[in-house]
């Protein structure tokens, strides 16, 4: 995983802010709008949350094997508002697909190679906290 390419790509985004959070849950609503029930009407609070959490992960990912442990907690909240693991992979698409956008013709099969790999690791300990949690 190229962890520089990852961030850099992830400065780029960010500057986006608001408005590539507001792409990420129009994609995964209107291709999954069975998990529109999930969330509040109003997403203002969500979207300013999800767009701090993956800023954190993002600007730790290179530390996140030594302290996984906001991750972890992100997994088990998340498996508390009714998240399964066949949400993840849903989620990962809309991700991909708004950095694709908003990448443009930065986003290179190698960058969605990183990021791929990237949003898995973390969607895989975010799944294996809310597993022991329910253990």
């Known amino acids: 995983m190229n962890i520089e390419a990852l961030q850099a790509s992830w400065v780029q985004v960010e ?3 608001p408005e590539a959070v ?21 997403l203002s609070p969500q979207r ?6 993956l800023a954190r992960i993002i600007t730790t990912v ?3 094997g030594d302290d996984p442990s906001f991750v972890q907690n992100l997994g088990r909240h998340h498996a508390g508002l009714g998240v399964v ?5 849903v989620a990962g698409a809309s991700l991909l697909a708004t950095l694709e956008f908003f990448l ?3 986003w290179t099969p ?9 949003y898995g690791a973390v969607a895989d300990l975010m799944i294996e906290a809310a597993d022991a949690a329910a253990a």
């Open 104 to 106: 443009g013709e930065s």
């Open 22 to 42: 507001q792409y990420f849950y129009t994609h995964l609503f209107q291709h999954n709008p069975e998990v529109r029930g999930m969330f509040a009407e109003d």
């Open 62 to 64: 290179d530390t996140l």
């Open 48 to 53: 300013e949350r999800f767009l701090a959490g």
């Open 110 to 118: 190698e960058l969605q190679a990183t990021w791929t790999a990237a």
């Open 85 to 89: 693991a066949a949400h993840y992979p």
């Open 15 to 17: 500057q986006a802010g």
